[in-house]
């Protein structure tokens, strides 16, 4: 499984997170992928993703870039999960820091992250109460 990673120019949390989603979309939508599972533990983010709330600034527009996204010919399920579910993205947002990069891509785990991501997916399908 491959993936990348990045930095952001936000300070904000969310909107890093709501950027992360969007660049996730695009980048599975280019390399071929047709069906996706957001999953975040941003869970403020995900409820404006799916409840059509109108948001301004870069918040809006990434999220809006999201819900575009969505409405792509793929199958897409989007949730709030617990952070401890969400160690690899987590280690992930932290290489792009690390390596001070704008964006890398990578067709494999780089080393270190099969350790997590493998037990992250068998437990993929545990999510919060009330999350989409």
Known sequence: MGGFYGRS???DIAVV????IAKG??????IGIREVQIQSDAKRVIQWI???STLRGPIGAHIEEVRQWLKSNWKANIRTVFREQNESADTAASLGIMMNVEWKEFERCPPGM????DPECMHAI?????SH
Request: aromatic share 16%; hydrophobic share 40%.
């Open 9 to 11: 120019n936000y300070e």
């Open 17 to 20: 997170e709501a950027e992360a």
């Open 25 to 30: 979309l695009a980048w599975a939508w280019q």
């Open 50 to 52: 799916t409840n059509g």
């Open 114 to 117: 099969e350790e997590i991501v």
């Open 126 to 130: 545990w999510s919060r109460s009330g």
